[in-house]
């Protein structure tokens, strides 16, 4: 079972950079596909981008194309999310998620592989 841990959060003014990272310390997910969700309060847990497991596949959704990248470090065993030009609407906790189903547009979660989470705040 690989064990995913989320970090990077944190508070940021609107058009400001994070980077999140999702780690798998002891394992790795080097052949998994891998993404980002989001959960707003009040809000249902929405994907926000994926990655194949090749690397050469990704998916983002509308709302954050063009502002935020998914990406693969294979020998830290890292994912990454970086985030520019944030937006108040960004506001949410960020959740990893390993394994799951990945067809080019639609990434369905592997229900026993997620993060903790990691909570994003863009004041406005």
């Known amino acids: 079972q690989v064990q995913l841990v989320e970090s990077g959060g944190g508070l940021v003014q609107a058009g400001g950079s994070l980077r999140l990272s999702c780690a798998a310390p002891?394992?790795?997910?080097?052949?998994?596909?891998m993404a980002w969700f989001r959960q707003a309060p009040g809000k249902d847990r929405e994907l926000v981008a994926a990655l194949s497991w090749s690397g050469f596949s990704t998916y983002y959704a509308d709302s954050v194309k063009g502002r935020f990248t998914i990406s693969r470090d294979g020998a830290k065993n890292t994912v990454y999310l970086q985030m520019n030009r944030l937006k108040h609407e960004d506001t949410a906790v960020y959740y990893c998620?390993?394994?799951?189903?990945?067809?080019?547009?639609?990434?369905?979660?592997?229900?026993?592989?997620w993060g903790q989470g990691t909570q994003v705040t863009v004041s406005s």
């Open positions: 998620n390993a394994d799951g189903t990945f067809s080019g547009s639609y990434y369905s979660p592997n229900l026993s592989r």
């Open positions: 002891g394992g790795t997910f080097s052949s998994y596909t």
